[in-house]
């Protein structure tokens, strides 16, 4: 979408290394999410924030950390990258946070070997 | 806390056919329901949302979701089927009446539509 961009599109790390994906919006809007999604787990929740610096742990936090230090951009750390975080990650963002929805990104797959 | 649960992985159908894809979701508070859909190597894209009202919602590309509360259901249709409907589809549920709150999503249904 064109008011959401997520980099890189694609990325292969070294388990032990840590990893940074960028989401950025254009929109202004308060909310924003990572997520990830597996084969047969939908979409995970990883970690979201409602405000610059106001971020809280979703239902998949472990291993994850976030940041938010200004409102069009939400970074997402693995602080020391994992088989078992070989996923696509895909960002979202809302204005309200309930009831308008979602806008998501492109996604970032992530291969870590 | 609420969670969703989709009751097919896989539908394939024949182009022109009908659909439904089938949604229950489950909430100790009234909810908000949305249908997203996952083309290949994109991301996902609102295609309704039941807020209030009315319990036949209609979407974009021709489909329709009708919310049932008795059956705690929000299942997806459509009449007739094109071979560019292929694609995941997701339902998610969020609570009503809280700021922030978050989208709960299934695990996802492939829809494929061969001729």
């Known amino acids: 979408d064109a008011g959401i961009t997520q980099s890189p599109r694609h990325k292969v790390t070294e388990t032990g290394t840590p990893v940074t994906l960028r989401c950025h919006q254009t929109e202004n809007h308060r909310y924003m999410y990572w997520y990830r999604q597996d084969p047969g787990h939908g979409l995970r929740l990883i970690h979201y924030s409602y405000g610059v610096k106001d971020t809280d742990k979703g239902e998949v936090s472990d291993g994850y950390s976030v940041s938010r230090s200004k409102t069009e951009d939400f970074l997402l750390t693995l602080e020391s990258a994992t088989s078992s975080q070989t996923s696509v990650y895909f960002c979202a963002i809302s204005e309200l946070g309930r009831g308008d929805g979602y806008t998501f990104g492109s996604g970032t797959r992530l291969t870590v070997v | 806390a609420q969670s969703v649960t989709q009751l097919d992985s896989q539908v394939p159908v024949f182009e022109e056919a009908p659909v439904e894809l089938r949604c229950n979701y489950s909430?100790?508070?009234?909810?908000?329901l949305f249908w997203y859909v996952q083309y290949p190597n994109q991301g996902l894209q609102l295609l309704l949302k039941y807020l209030s009202g009315s319990t036949l919602v209609k979407g974009i590309n021709g489909f329709e979701a009708e919310f049932n509360k008795s059956q705690t259901s929000f299942h997806l249709r459509k009449p007739s089927v094109h071979i560019s409907d292929t694609a995941e589809y997701f339902c998610a549920v969020s609570d009503k009446g809280t700021s922030g709150s978050r989208l709960t999503f299934g695990e996802g249904t492939q829809l494929t539509v061969n001729p």
């Open positions: 909430s100790s508070v009234s909810v908000y």
